[in-house]
């Protein structure tokens, strides 16, 4: 496992130092998004600024993706393998209104959507809210 998660953090050009390989390890193994505060209360001896930083070096190499699921709460969820990040490679999400837990929904790609001229895009968020089969149940 630890030779998949160095492996991994090379390809996006991500140094493995022991945090960002700790979090990388929790990340492979959640099957929902998680919050920055998710990581804090797992990680508790670990500083809030250097579990934030690193989420964004993650973000930033296209390793993870954040979402803003409308709860007002950022989460963040892997990226596929062969994921850049780019408009067309963009999914939907499912928010769970009992259980509270943000799914990627990588099979529910949006279509094309043309911005104005001289506009440039930067994000799109689409949540579907409802009740996940773990709740149904």
Same mark, same amino acid.
């Given at each position: 496992m630890e @030779?998949?998660?160095?492996k991994k953090l090379?390809?996006?050009n991500i140094k493995p130092t022991a945090m960002r390989i700790l979090v990388l390890r929790f990340l492979l193994k959640q099957p929902y998004a998680v919050s920055l505060s998710d990581l804090e209360v797992l990680f508790d001896h670990a500083d809030r600024v250097t579990l934030?930083? $690193?989420? #964004? $070096?993650f973000e930033k190499h296209h390793l993870i993706h954040r979402? @803003? @699921?409308g709860t007002g709460i950022i989460k963040y969820a892997l990226c596929e393998d062969s994921c850049d990040c780019t408009p067309d490679e963009l999914h939907t999400h =499912?928010? /769970?209104? #009992? /259980?509270n #837990? $943000? =799914? /990627?929904? =990588?099979n529910n790609h949006l279509p094309e959507?043309? &911005?104005p001229l001289n506009f440039k895009m930067q994000q799109?968020? &689409?949540t579907i809210q409802g009740i996940c089969d773990r709740c149904t149940q």
């Open positions: @030779d998949q998660i160095i090379n390809y996006r934030y930083r $690193t989420l #964004k $070096t979402i @803003d @699921d =499912f928010h /769970c209104t #009992k /259980c #837990k $943000t =799914f /990627c929904l =990588f959507i043309k &911005v799109i968020t &689409v």
